[in-house]
């Protein structure tokens, strides 16, 4: 754990909540790089299947979603995973392990509560796709329509010649 992450711990167990800004991208679309996260100490029986929390998973800090819950051992434990992933994280998060819940997301000056159920690693790709192709298609129409010298009047194309004349 960096020092970051060792005072965002002691200011969760002292004070109860932290504010961290998320750096992975393993709960895209849900939570984004660059969002800041507002974590909420709770008791661990509090937590269920859809919250997001925030554990230690071994030397390094973890948010990823609560899939369901086990009993392993005589001891209940959290199965966790990033939205974006495919997979489970390979440890369960027990009670040792886990710190908080994220309660709020801040992105662009919205605040708003993670959502509760899962978004598919599959979606997110598409939706990532989706907008970069959103994205690329505009910036190649733009760059087209310059590149050719044309502008977009409505639905119709025109190119305008060197002394100003307009045809259609």
């Known amino acids: 754990m960096d020092v970051h992450q060792q005072l965002a711990v002691e200011l969760l167990n002292?004070?109860?909540?932290?504010?961290?800004?998320?750096?992975?991208?393993?709960?895209?679309?849900?939570?984004?790089?660059?969002?800041?996260?507002?974590?909420?100490?709770?008791?661990?029986?509090?937590?269920?299947?859809?919250?997001?929390?925030?554990?230690?998973?071994?030397?390094?800090?973890?948010?990823?979603?609560?899939?369901?819950?086990?009993?392993?051992?005589?001891r209940r434990v959290l199965i966790t995973s990033g939205d974006a992933l495919p997979f489970e994280d390979a440890e369960p998060v027990?009670?040792?392990?886990?710190?908080?819940?994220?309660?709020?997301i801040v992105r662009e000056g919205k605040r708003f509560p993670p959502k509760s159920a899962r978004v598919s690693w599959l979606s997110s790709i598409v939706?990532?796709?989706?907008?970069?192709?959103?994205?690329?298609?505009?910036?190649?129409?733009?760059?087209?329509?310059?590149?050719?010298?044309r502008r977009a009047t409505g639905l119709t194309l025109e190119r305008k010649y060197p002394s100003g004349e307009i045809l259609g």
Do not use: K
């Open 94 to 104: 027990g009670e040792d392990e886990f710190l908080g819940r994220v309660d709020y």
């Open 14 to 74: 002292s004070a109860g909540e932290v504010r961290s800004v998320a750096r992975g991208a393993s709960m895209f679309p849900s939570i984004r790089p660059g969002d800041t996260l507002e974590i909420r100490r709770v008791a661990f029986g509090a937590v269920s299947a859809g919250d997001v929390v925030l554990a230690l998973n071994g030397a390094r800090l973890c948010t990823h979603r609560v899939e369901r819950e086990e009993f392993r051992s005589g």
């Open 127 to 149: 939706q990532l796709l989706r907008q970069s192709q959103d994205s690329a298609a505009a910036s190649w129409g733009r760059l087209s329509l310059r590149m050719l010298g």
